[in-house]
């Protein structure tokens, strides 16, 4: 497996997507924002095949529908706290155009219909070197925006009121969180597909908070479920017919309900 540069350059990307998704993931969990994520990852699908019809790559169509529709979110609720329906009904509306754009996509392009499982579920076949360059570059930039605001971010999640009263930024903080979250988005659809994104970004998160509620053990823990479980999805895709996707989301499935009886058996 390890003689074909294919895999090693998905194994490459694979670690990075994990990592990022695991650190922006466990916010969006803390946040609980994980409809706003499922519906961003929604936007990934008609991104990609937006971009296959041009006749670009795909990763532009990821990285731009996601992020636009991040901004779209972030700048429609202004980040404000407390405003949950809002938020939920425009992220509702912004998914359900989304999924419409991505059929009439698929539908204007002949023959793209082939590739469509691909884009729905993830695949490991074609990642470039370039590609691992693009994804290595956009995680060190969301990884380093996110170090900065981290620990306001964490009290503004924590507690808004109290936050906004000591002078956090909250609404600014929200909107930033959300463009990094679109990027996020944009860099897991290429490795679970749009469909399967919450694989790495919700269930390594919500694992892991399971298993402790310390910001620190926690986050870290995140991260490493989210590795273990594409590097295992990776070999095991390799070694059958099946989409990366399905073995990805399975692991991680595993883990969860694992976490579960950790929880159930421990005093």
Known sequence: MWDYPF???AFRAGAIVAVLAGVTGWFMVLRRQTFAGHSLS????????GATLIGVGAAYGYFGFCVGAAVVLALATRGRAGHRAQESALTGTVQAFALAC??????LYK????????????????????????LGAVALTVLATLAVIGRPLLFATIDPDVATARGVPVRALSVVF?????????EAAQITGALLVFALLVVPAATAQRLTARPVPSLLLSV???????????AAAYYSSYPIGFYVTSFAFAGYLLAHLVRWVRP
């Open 224 to 234: 490493l479920i989210g590795w273990v479980v594409t590097w295992a999805g990776l």
């Open 178 to 186: 959300l463009v990094l979250l679109g990027a996020a988005v944009a």
């Open 42 to 49: 929604i936007v990934a699908f008609p991104g990609a095949a």
């Open 7 to 9: 895999m090693v350059n």
């Open 102 to 107: 991505g059929l009439l996509f698929v539908s």
């Open 111 to 134: 023959g793209f219909l082939d590739g469509t499982t691909a884009l729905l579920f993830g695949t490991f076949l074609g990642i470039t070197e370039g590609q691992v360059m693009v």
